[in-house]
C-alpha cells in the first residue's frame, strides 16, 4: 500500500488560518489501512483543529467526508459541485488525492494533510517499512525476493557495498542491510552462485527517470471486457 | 453507602473503557468540558482483556493532542478502580474535580458557534 503520515497541526491550521468554513476529505484505501487518513483520521484532525481555533477565539467550521478511493475520477465526482461553499479542502489522501480533486473542481483550493512517504506493509502494529519503489521492472526473484532498489539505501545491484557492517546499512544504524539479507537468504538456500553472475544494466527509462509514467490497457480503453 | 462527588461532573456510561475512543474525550474538550476523565477497571482485570489499556493509550494520545494545542494535558486523565471500591471513585472524582479547579475553566472560547 502506499504509506503516508499525518502533517504536523501547526502546518495545517496554518494552511487554512483565514478560513472560516473547510471541508476535510478522507479516503478509505491506503491511508485508512496504515491508519492515517481514513474515518477515523479524518474525525480526530477536525476536532482537533476546531479545539484549536475555538481557544484562538476564531471558531473554523468543519465538514468531514470519506471518499471510497480519491483516486478514481467516478469517486471523486461524488463531492459535486458543494466543495466551493467552502474556503478550503483538506485532503487526508496520498498525494494523488489532492491533486485528482484540483484537476476536477478548478475552482477550490486543495491542501495535502499527510506526507505520502513510500509504498510498503506495516512489519508491526504501528510500524510501516518501505519494500518497493516502484522502478517498472521488477527483478526480486534474482535477489532471494527482496528488493535492493528500493531496500538498499544506494539501490546497489551486485552486491554490498563496504559499509556493510554486522547486518547493518552504514546510512542508517535503524536500517538492516538489505545485501545482507539477500546474501544469507542464497547462502542458506544452496544458491549463492545465482548471485555471482553480471547482470545488464538496469534500465531506469521505466523508473522516475523517465518521468512521469502512464500505464495503457488498450482491452479496458477500448470497453469493458 | 453514600458517598458524595462533586456534582458538576456528568458520567456517561459505557459497556467498556475500551469502547471509549480519541474522538469521544475530543469532542468533550471541543463542546467545552474544563476536564475529562477515564474510569476503567483495574489493569489486568479488564473482563474484555485489554479495554482499559487501549483506553489509557487512547488517553495518552488525547494529552499529546492537548499538548500540541497549548492546553494543559492533565484536563484528560485515565483512572483505574474496581466496581467495588465505591469510595476510591468518589475520591477520584473529588481529585479530578480539585485539579480541574486549580487549572481554572476551559480555555476554548464559550460563546463559539462552531
Ligand atoms: S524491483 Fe522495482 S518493482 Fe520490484 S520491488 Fe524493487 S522497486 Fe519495486
Ligand atoms: S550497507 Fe548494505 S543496505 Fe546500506 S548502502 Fe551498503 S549495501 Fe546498501
Redesign the interface.
Known amino acids: 500500500m502506499i504509506v503516508a503520515d499525518r502533517k504536523p497541526i501547526e502546518e495545517l491550521l496554518g494552511m487554512v488560518e483565514d478560513c472560516k468554513k473547510i471541508l476535510v476529505v478522507g479516503c478509505k484505501g491506503c491511508v485508512t489501512v496504515c491508519n492515517v487518513g481514513g474515518l477515523k483520521e479524518v474525525e480526530v484532525l477536525a476536532a482537533t483543529m476546531k479545539i484549536a481555533r475555538k481557544k484562538a477565539g476564531n471558531p473554523l467550521e468543519i465538514a468531514e467526508h470519506v471518499l471510497e478511493r480519491q483516486c478514481d475520477r467516478e469517486y471523486v465526482s461524488q463531492l459535486g459541485e458543494e466543495v466551493n461553499d467552502y474556503d478550503a479542502v483538506l485532503s487526508m489522501a496520498c498525494g494523488v488525492g489532492p491533486q485528482f480533486l484540483s484537476e476536477m473542481y478548478k475552482e477550490q483550493s486543495f491542501f495535502p494533510a499527510v506526507n505520502t512517504t513510500f509504498f510498503g506493509g506495516a512489519t508491526q502494529h504501528g510500524v510501516w517499512e518501505e519494500r518497493c519503489a516502484g522502478c517498472g521492472t521488477c527483478g526480486i526473484h534474482m535477489f532471494g525476493g527482496l528488493c535492493p532498489i528500493a531496500r538498499c539505501a544506494k539501490s546497489l545491484l551486485h552486491g554490498p557495498c563496504g559499509g556493510s557492517s554486522n547486518g547493518i546499512c552504514e546510512v542508517n544504524k535503524e536500517t538492516e542491510c538489505i545485501w545482507d539479507s539477500i546474501v544469507k537468504k542464497k547462502m542458506e538456500a544452496g544458491q549463492l552462485e545465482d548471485l555471482l553472475g553480471v547482470k545488464n544494466f538496469k534500465s531506469w527509462k521505466t523508473a522516475r527517470d523517465g518521468g512521469p509514467r502512464r500505464s495503457i490497457r488498450e482491452e479496458l480503453v477500448q470497453g469493458n471486457i | 453507602m453514600r458517598l458524595s462527588y462533586p456534582a458538576d461532573i456528568k458520567v456517561i456510561q459505557v459497556p467498556c473503557t475500551g469502547r471509549v475512543?480519541?474522538?469521544h474525550l475530543?469532542?468533550a474538550?471541543?463542546d467545552g468540558a474544563d476536564g475529562v476523565y477515564v474510569a476503567g477497571c483495574l489493569e489486568g482485570e479488564c473482563h474484555y482483556r485489554e479495554g482499559n489499556l487501549k483506553a489509557r493509550r487512547k488517553v495518552t494520545y488525547v494529552k499529546k493532542?492537548?499538548t500540541?494545542?497549548?492546553?494543559e494535558p492533565e484536563r484528560v486523565e485515565m483512572y483505574n478502580l474496581s466496581s467495588a471500591q465505591g469510595a476510591r471513585f468518589a475520591e477520584i472524582a473529588n481529585e479530578m474535580a480539585e485539579k480541574i479547579k486549580t487549572l481554572g475553566p476551559t480555555?476554548?472560547?464559550k460563546d463559539?458557534?462552531?
Not at chain 2, 500540541?68 to 492546553?71: A, E, K, Q
Open positions: 475512543d480519541i474522538i475530543l469532542n474538550i471541543e493532542v492537548l500540541d494545542l497549548g492546553i480555555p476554548l472560547a463559539s458557534a462552531a
